[in-house]
């Protein structure tokens, strides 16, 4: 129905940045919400940031003035700049849409499988 793809994860060191993209493929007429969560080794899962259709933003306080989400409509791609890195923003970041099939016939929400943030001198 409907994948997710992340990609722009790896290693960096403290202070350092990284790009993370996420673009949605498949039966798609209409994209809502669009989010980063990530999950650390024995945390739970938490949100990082959402964007709306209409580009209103949320970002959890630990990562305000920090990162930045972006989306491109037209490639259904979500966007993730994360600057000022730091050792507790390693983790599984995941990315989320809300998403509707074409003629309207389904509306729902999908995961991508997920990629890894070492942040690590």
């Known amino acids: 129905q409907v994948q997710l793809m992340e990609s722009g994860g790896g290693l960096v060191q403290p202070g350092g940045s990284l790009r993370l993209s996420c673009e949605a493929t498949?039966?798609?007429?209409?994209?809502?919400?669009m989010g980063w969560y990530r999950q650390a080794p024995g945390k739970q899962r938490e949100l990082v940031a959402l964007?709306?259709?209409?580009?209103?933003?949320d970002y959890a306080e630990s990562v305000k003035g920090r990162f930045t989400i972006s989306r491109d409509n037209a490639k259904n791609t979500v966007y993730l700049q994360m600057n000022s890195l730091k050792p507790e923003d390693a983790a599984d970041y995941y990315c989320n849409a809300d998403v509707v099939a074409p003629f309207w016939v389904n509306r729902g929400t999908y995961w991508g499988q997920g990629i890894q943030v070492t942040v690590s001198s």
């Open positions: 964007i709306n259709s209409d580009s209103t933003t």
């Open positions: 498949g039966r798609i007429l209409k994209i809502y919400t």
